[in-house]
């Protein structure tokens, strides 16, 4: 039993849940019909399902999680993961449900990859035979892989890989080897402890001649007794600042052999016995896989955003501090400190991150619409949409995870000192949201892709318009279009001359695209005219894709709602009730206006928004978030329909009671088990009775 | 022994400490120079000698610092704290010397409020009654306390604290009591664990009259054996995103009784008996406490900045990735992968906050000076300082801190992939950090108080300009001076025509005046002529404060390098030498014009830069960070003079052994001191070897 317990007192009055029920009765919406609308019925039924089934399973409690140090919850998420596999056979999970249910439970585990990584890569360049040999037994968790392309001195730079893979003819095998410290597999999710198999990114080199990085799968630990198999060496690579319940890991080989049959050959091979190299078909078809995960993690970014805006929001509601003079807020006839939420500081901390968890929603829908479609029109041979996904893809991942790690970090500062208590939720979601700004391309770097696109289209369409025989028939895709309404008037200005103008989403995406394209043409003119090298301009070509991107998120937000985005074949779309239209318009409004008003620079130096238009823009802000998105706010966040087991924040309660939760979660820290620290007699008492006095004369001292 | 071992080969070529001694070459000043510039001969010397001290005690090694849970490291942390204190007292280490050994063990532990508020608290509000019995102790540790101030429901708004300390005349005591749970002492430093006293602010209620909070000095834990004195309950208040060596303790009290003493009587106290209750004299005399913290906050975000620049620049010019087409890069005749440090992004993200670093040394010299100064004229009865003095302290604790938090993750980020390990020191870095943004006055909360006093500035200077009899000598300090340039004439345009003008200190200055006292004039037209509330203004309120900062920091950076600044009395400038004071130039220019270009809208919008002007600070900052700052970026955070010892980094070491330092941290991992992990058995072999088949058969099968 804990030796700190509490005072059996209520909270000073208004009670939280009392507060919450305020907020509740003030939402101008039905929460149940938005959470429909974003998830489908049928994903909220499962969820209640799937929590009856996870919520009181030992391997799945979370009451500890933040008390464990790394060792144990690493031990507790291999138990976790073992008893999920198990659960998900028994229920005959389909890839999506159980998706669902470890979205739930929330914590990285060493299967992760196994499933993410290693069996797609599996599918996409394994032959038959490869998929018999390795894709059955992983099915079933007998093989379990991880996915070794990153090395400690090579990320991004997948050619500059050292691992090499060499044909031995004589033996038809290939000798995997680790020339270089720096060659060292590294980061690898799962390795670590976990795998017996792994895709092992290396060097091809047959005949004296180097291929570079092709994928091999190896076995790395023995099928008997997980013992490392003779050749290679693996462990983990040690504690991070999240995602230490994965056992990301090293390996390196010492001339390790491996059968001819390793070398995963659906595209490329190397022929048994001459070593001759069969070239891969010149194909695009690998960006597929590229769109597909970035395309997911806008998803996913959606869900860190939300959780961290329903935490804060709904603490904010409940946390009161000061009196506001000029509106100070009462409670029945006592004045109350006004609720934190009512401060339009607060309100512009947050709404825009509760908008931006929405716009995210409507993108990656559409991300995962054009996914699709792309998919079916390369099988036809149509590559028509390719370029303009992918590059879409890389800037939104970019774009979309930088914004909700940045914004839950605001969250957890919104929360004042108690977002830096683990209990709040906050740090941890956090530290293991974090890793998403740097792998699958870091945010930075991939920004040149989208980049190298929109100069491309812009060049080509110049030059089309130029040639006297361009109709606009021959704009295919938004970014043209955007791109030729500033071609044809690059000097345009914003018509608005009152703050309500700008809810309309026309001058919005005028905006946006004006900004975009403006920055698009400087920087074909500098690296054309002016010579410039692409090094020297890669903070414009940065901010480019933002701007870019920023408005496929407004577009998508606009058509979204009012029920103009294309759907997805054979998919009817859920209709959005009117007045929950109208709430998401505030937000939409909200999402397009804040980031002008916060940054307007490139609005301003594009020439459409004077300075005139941001002070208006600041009072369309303010106007729409005091008396339209306020009365709202808990209910956009009860609407991301998060249970308590999955959210796992004293704060962010659906029942508001924050202090009576706080409180027993600290009785559980295991330095409160005993009154006295254990330090105490070898690291205090000798400053504090060092004589070792006892009794009264002690205590009369003072 | 560790299960994991790397192979014995070198990293590939280049090596790193090859790469690092061609950076070293090129730095075009004396990098001791420019280190004894800024700390001074003395410092440096002792540094050198507590090293001697520190480095080899185990109770301060750091050697394990990355892999322990909480409990561990708590317990690590007393052990420590106590060994410092023996320490300090055999060497006799004044507070100075003290503070600086602590800096470079660099570890919050559960006696540092001890010494950073309870004692502080003593001095400034005991009597010498109090002094005698409590601060006396407290020297020597008999005492240890802390500082119980914040209350779970309770944070910035002290006013609204709940906790009762009811005077009782027939005992002369006082009873402490807490009323409701959100009355509980919460975030409490020392308090879980180690201190045996409290100064406890509490409503001081005496014949039924609430007289607000007042301070109490408490025992809490008996001295004989450290268990709660009855009435008190205490304990730690759990884990935390950062600060998991020190014991953040929550209290509350039933009906305590403390004799009359314990309240600190300095200037208010209760008369024995009848309960009357004595005044404090009217004084700003308590503000002084705020600046000295606010200011020493400065320098500690230099500290936070310079540390992870170092990190992050000197693993820069390691990491190589991708080739620059356009200047590859050569090491003899090989070309190499370009390091990272040589694209543009990187700089961009880098070099400001090196040069962020050095604006916090200047400011935060001059922030100490004028407390000094100030406390020394108020003592003389003059309080022209203190407005200003305490104004600026607020808006440059939230703007610096703000700057240093962001600053640290943007390192961490910049690291690639490896700045998410612990064994880069920044994740720790950063969560150590964090809480420097909330506490000492929430960074948006603290800018109210900056605003308040700009907008008094702008509204009586425009009422003495007005009245006809204003002169300049009326100007009495640098706010009034960009105040009154501005009314002189508002719509001044910037002359510049050309990039290589915007290194014209007077340009910088004049744009950040500008804009400064062009949002100041707006708020105030907001507030008195369109009567908008306060709360609707408060983002406009917070953008003023920054704005106000960031002209001073740009201010003293400019002043400081010419040796313009005037000194604290009797101390002589240390002299910077010609080629120290190009290269801070340098760094001036940078500091001051990347603000503009990254956020250039207020600068946009008060008029004074336009559009054009945007792009040529864009030309003249890749200019000055390509040929200027890039050959002295490692000279530069060289400079810090921070010894491995504290960095604790296995990417910003001084000598550049990056992967072998990584490599060998990661086998000191827990979990790899096995080669097969201990739940293997339970987890992974019911999946991968269910029938538990030996030898060669399972291998066989594969």
Chains 1, 2 share one sequence.
Not at 211 to 225: F, K, N, Q, T, W
Not at 268 to 297: C, D, F, H, Q, W
Not at 519 to 528: F, Q, T, Y
Not at 623 to 639: E, L, Y
């Amino acid at each position: 039993m804990s030796a700190l317990r509490f005072p059996d007192l209520p909270p000073s009055e208004p009670q939280g849940a009392d507060l919450l029920a305020q907020e509740r009765s003030r939402t101008t919406f039905s929460v149940h019909d938005l959470s429909n609308y974003i998830y489908g019925e049928e994903y909220l039924e499962r969820q209640e399902k799937f929590l009856g089934l996870i919520e009181n399973e030992p391997a799945f409690d979370k009451s500890n999680r933040y008390f464990l140090g790394r060792t144990e919850r690493f031990a507790g998420a291999l138990k976790k993961d073992y008893a999920l596999v198990k659960l998900a056979q028994q229920e005959k999970w389909n890839p999506e449900e159980f998706q669902q249910a470890d979205i739930l439970i929330d914590e990285p585990g060493p299967f992760g990859l196994h499933r993410g990584m290693f069996m797609p890569t599996l599918v996409s360049q394994g032959t038959d035979e490869q998929h018999e040999l390795f894709l059955k037994p992983a099915l079933r968790y007998e093989v379990i892989g991880c996915y070794a392309q990153t090395e400690i001195g090579h990320g991004s730079n997948v050619q500059g890989i050292e691992t090499t893979a060499t044909y031995i003819p004589e033996t038809n095998e290939f000798e995997l080897h680790t020339p270089y410290l720096t060659a060292c597999k590294w980061w690898i999710g799962g390795l670590g402890k976990a795998a017996n198999h792994a895709v092992v990114m290396a060097r091809l080199i047959s005949n004296g001649k180097d291929y570079g990085p092709h994928a091999l799968c190896v076995p790395i630990r023995s099928m008997e007794d997980h013992t490392l198999l003779p050749g290679v060496m693996a462990g983990d690579i040690g504690p991070k600042f999240g995602y230490n319940t994965t056992d990301n890991g090293c390996m390196w080989f010492d001339h390790y052999r491996v059968p001819h049959v390793s070398l995963l050959a659906k595209y490329s091979s190397v022929k048994p016995g001459s070593g001759e190299y069969i070239k891969p078909p010149n194909s695009k078809l690998s960006y597929g896989t590229m769109v597909l995960i970035r395309a997911s993690l806008v998803g996913y970014a959606r869900i860190g955003l939300a959780k961290a805006a329903t935490i804060a929001t709904r603490y904010s509601a409940i946390r009161r501090q000061f009196v506001d003079k000029d509106q100070p807020k009462k409670m029945g006839k006592e004045t109350i400190e006004t609720p934190v939420l009512d401060y339009s500081m607060q309100q512009y901390r947050l709404f825009p991150i509760i908008a931006a968890a929405y716009a995210c929603h409507f993108t990656s829908k559409e991300m995962m619409r054009l996914y699709y479609l792309n998919i079916k029109n390369m099988a036809a041979g149509n590559f028509s949409l390719l370029a303009d996904v992918h590059a879409s893809s890389s800037g939104l991942k970019s774009l979309t995870t930088t914004m909700a790690a940045a914004s839950i970090e605001e969250c957890r500062r919104a929360c004042g000192g108690h977002g830096f208590s683990s209990f709040s939720g906050l740090p941890l979601l956090l530290q293991d949201y974090a890793p998403n700004v740097t792998w699958e391309g870091d945010n930075y770097m991939i920004t040149q892709q989208t980049g190298r696109y929109l100069f491309k289209s812009f060049r080509d369409l110049v030059a089309k318009r130029a040639s006297g025989k361009f109709s606009a028939s021959q704009i295919t895709n938004p970014t043209l279009a955007y791109l030729n309404t500033y071609l044809d008037n690059p000097d345009l200005k914003c018509p608005a001359t009152t703050p309500a103008q700008f809810h309309n989403p026309e001058i919005q995406l005028a905006a946006y695209g004006h900004r975009a394209a403006h920055m698009i043409a400087e920087i074909v003119h500098g690296l054309d005219v002016e010579k410039r090298s692409w090094n020297s301009m890669l903070v414009e070509i940065y901010n480019a894709s933002v701007a870019h991107c920023q408005l496929i998120l407004v577009q998508n937000f606009i058509l979204g709602i009012r029920g103009d985005m294309p759907q997805p074949e054979g998919v009817t779309a859920t209709p959005l009730s009117p007045a929950a239209k109208e709430a998401l318009t505030d937000l939409s409004d909200l999402f397009a206006l804040h980031q002008i008003h916060k940054q307007p620079g490139e609005f301003l130096t594009s020439g459409y928004i004077e300075a005139k238009h941001v002070s208006m823009m600041g009072k369309a802000i303010m106007d729409v978030m005091d008396k339209k998105i306020r009365p709202n706010a808990v209910g956009f966040v009860d609407a991301f329909a998060f249970p308590d087991y999955y959210l796992n924040s004293a704060l962010g309660r659906f029942d508001g009671k924050v202090y009576e939760a706080y409180t027993e979660m600290a009785t559980r820290e295991p330095i409160n088990q005993t009154e006295v620290i254990e330090g105490y007699e070898q690291y205090i008492k000798p400053f504090t009775n060092p004589k070792g006095l006892k009794g009264k004369s002690i205590q009369a001292r003072l």
